[in-house]
């Protein structure tokens, strides 16, 4: 594997490698002693995501090189390609990038040689976010196969979604939509559920946060969506016992969730956060091993 930046090519085999490999090499420190840059690019606005990166790659040994685009040259105009062939040049082993056009990652994966990771590419796809959503899953019922799960709201403008639909089809899980008109993406070919049918009869409930500054026409009207498509007190209760709640946040509460539910027992929410640091660590791990980057 050359770079990581997307789930769609991955067998089953090898996101359960990567899974196995972030469960061992989480919560452990200092695994490389040599001297790695990992220069994290982010163009678009992050906290966890951003964070859970330096984090994992701190805990791997590596230097972390930031990026700001109000201060760095791209306040002068320079481009995507510049900024990163920049980076390649003066030494960073890594590079985790996050920017607002989908298809950066066509022409960043083959002109650069140094390792990428693809922390998010405008309504592209977004396979860490996945893999650690598929990680939170794996952690709660131990496998995949026959699980339904229902990815519910801003689907349409959801890198995260493009990426769930495809990783948790190859691992064997149902995937459901829960439509929302105007956030709707016909081009997936996924079966609907209303927000009703999904909470009684999926394992996973899987909420969208609306996607505001990705629509282009400013923000939408909110103030019916929690009751008509949102997951609210009433739709929780008729969840099985062992279903869960997933979000890969923010949230916007009391829209797409009743704020009273975002840390309920059944929420796995936060523990995706927590999920986010060991499976950046075994995904990094996984790349640069296999590109003989870590000695
Ligand atoms: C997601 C993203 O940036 O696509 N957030 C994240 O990385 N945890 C989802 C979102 O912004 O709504």
Redesign the pocket.
């Known amino acids: 594997m050359q770079h990581f930046l997307s789930v769609r090519n991955l067998s089953a085999n090898t996101i359960e490698t990567i899974l196995e490999r972030a469960e061992v090499i989480g919560g452990t420190r200092e695994q490389h002693t040599g001297r790695y840059f990992a220069a994290n690019l982010f163009f678009?606005p992050?906290t966890?995501?951003k964070m859970s990166f330096v984090v994992a790659e701190r805990n791997l040994g590596m230097d972390t090189l930031d990026f700001h685009t109000e201060t760095s040259s791209t306040a002068k105009g320079e481009s995507l390609y510049d900024t990163v062939r920049t980076y390649e040049s003066i030494g960073a082993d890594l590079l985790v990038i996050?920017h607002a056009n989908d298809n950066w990652c066509d022409e960043l994966g083959s002109s650069i040689s140094v390792p990428i990771i693809n922390?998010?590419s405008g309504k592209g796809e977004?396979p860490t976010?996945c893999m650690l959503d598929l990680y939170t899953i794996k952690q709660e019922f131990g496998a995949f196969q026959g699980l339904n799960v229902a990815i519910a709201g801003d689907i349409k403008h959801?890198?995260?979604a493009r990426s769930h639909v495809s990783a948790l089809k190859t691992v064997g899980a149902n995937v459901y939509f829960v439509n929302v008109p105007g956030f709707m993406d016909e081009s997936l070919d996924i079966p609907s559920l209303t927000m009703d049918e999904a909470c009684t009869m999926c394992d996973v409930v899987m909420l969208?946060?609306i996607?505001h500054e990705r629509h282009g026409n400013g923000a939408c009207d909110t103030t019916s969506y929690l009751e008509k498509f949102g997951l609210t007190i009433e739709r929780e209760r008729k969840m099985q016992n062992h279903a869960i709640i997933m979000h890969?946040?923010?949230v916007n509460r009391n829209v797409e969730i009743d704020t009273r539910l975002v840390e309920c027992d059944r929420s796995r929410i936060f523990q995706q956060m927590e999920n986010g640091v060991a499976v950046r660590m075994g995904i990094m791990d996984y790349l640069l091993a296999e590109r003989s980057v870590f000695v």
């Open positions: 678009e992050s966890r995501t996050r922390a998010g977004h976010q959801s890198r995260v969208l946060r996607q890969p946040a923010p």
